[in-house]
């Protein structure tokens, strides 16, 4: 039986591992694997999986790593995330990695896969656009030609043609594993006490390193452990957190705001695991139930367009209606321009629905803990002393 202390320690040192040396070793397993990386987000793993290639989330280099080099390719009023995944690369960190998909994010990640392809033009490199347009005709068509062009690339790479059926057996797995991170997500809003939003976190995060059936395994491991686990429910407040969709916040952060009296029982760290909400549909072209999955039943977030100014912020609503939440964090990176653009917006919305909400900002380096612990204790203890229960 796996104890979730040593699920916990597995976890963080492959969140503290910089080197990637899991991804290292799997590759260097069997002849002719490959790896490709990924910036936060979205994309699509099961056509890297389907190729033979482990998907590995690059996710900068958080508040271990000392940004020197990066500094020279990005101005210093934006994000840092850039920065230090050009830190990771240029001090070979990432000199295995066979290729890398820089999602559509935002302006500066498409700056950084154009950057990418000339700093490393022996690495397979591309800018995947998504659509913004959700009928199936138009949004639909556009989509699967993009999927159509990665699964060519990622075939190139693999030295074969990714077949419909191997990207079957991948979606498979992949659903899996959705079921699988939906049901930690609703354990955690059910019973927060049991599963720290840091223990949550780092689990996520292995998904973005491990393969996907190891990944699958350790899901379970935790769903069991973590249901028999002894642990003190608290008068807490229940929040949802929401804005670190690219950039992540340090591991600290996440700690700090549960030991300010938050629990976390929903947030957007990590949107790839979690951006189709159900399962994708197995029979029929692979790539079509792909777009389709992406068009009408995916995560919403502010680098996704919404169409219609009622939609806009009431999945956030939802959230905290169906995780019986408290109020809302706003917790974004400094100069992520999607983020802070949406925030009012949203904000609005939750001041017409009556949801009490806070902000601050972070950079993945972030050191000072102590006055986001102050402010989300506050807000926490505002909603507990003034809130219409």
């Known amino acids: 039986m796996t104890t979730l202390r040593e699920i916990n320690e597995r976890c963080s040192a492959l969140y503290e591992d910089l080197n990637f040396g899991y991804a290292r070793e799997w590759k260097a397993a069997k002849p002719g694997r490959k790896v490709v990386g990924h910036m936060p987000f979205y994309v699509p793993r099961e056509i890297i999986h389907a190729g033979g290639g482990l998907p590995l989330g690059i996710f900068g280099g958080g508040d271990q790593l000392e940004v020197i080099h990066g500094d020279a390719y990005y101005q210093s009023y934006i994000c840092r995330i850039p920065r230090s995944t050009i830190e990771l690369a240029v001090t070979k960190r990432l000199d295995f990695v066979d290729g890398m998909l820089f999602p559509s994010i935002c302006d500066v990640v498409r700056n950084l896969s154009g950057m990418w392809k000339v700093m490393f033009p022996n690495v397979y490199a591309k800018y995947f656009d998504v659509p913004q347009n959700y009928r199936d005709d138009i949004g639909g068509t556009f989509y699967i030609n993009e999927l159509n062009?990665?699964?060519?690339?990622?075939?190139?790479?693999?030295?074969?043609?990714?077949?419909?059926?191997?990207?079957?057996?991948?979606?498979?797995?992949?659903?899996?594993?959705?079921?699988?991170?939906r049901e930690v997500y609703a354990f955690r809003a059910a019973q927060p006490w049991k599963a720290p939003a840091a223990d949550v976190y780092l689990l996520m995060r292995a998904g973005m390193t491990l393969a996907v059936e190891e990944h699958n395994r350790m899901l379970r491991e935790y769903l069991d452990a973590a249901d028999k686990a002894d642990a003190r429910k608290r008068d807490n407040c229940r929040i949802v957190v929401t804005g670190a969709f690219c950039e992540q916040p340090p591991l600290n952060l996440v700690k700090s705001i549960e030991l300010s009296g938050c629990y976390i029982v929903d947030d957007d760290f990590l949107l790839v695991n979690r951006w189709e909400q159900s399962d994708v549909a197995v029979e029929g072209d692979p790539l079509a139930n792909l777009a389709h999955a992406y068009l009408?039943?995916?995560?919403?977030?502010?680098a996704k367009y919404e169409d219609t100014e009622k939609e806009k912020g009431m999945w956030l609503v939802d959230s905290v209606r169906k995780n019986r939440a408290e109020g809302v964090i706003f917790a974004c990176p400094s100069f992520c321009d999607p983020a802070l653009l949406e925030r009012p917006m949203l904000q609005r919305v939750l001041a017409e629905h009556k949801i009490p909400f806070v902000a601050f900002k972070y950079a993945e380096n972030s050191g000072q803990m102590q006055p986001i612990r102050e402010q989300a204790g506050t807000f926490a203890d505002s909603i507990k002393l003034w809130s219409v229960q």
Do not use: C, P, Q
């Open 149 to 181: 062009e990665l699964r060519e690339g990622l075939g190139k790479l693999a030295g074969r043609r990714i077949s419909d059926d191997e990207i079957r057996a991948s979606i498979v797995l992949f659903n899996e594993n959705r079921r699988l991170v």
């Open 296 to 302: 009408h039943n995916s995560a919403h977030t502010a």
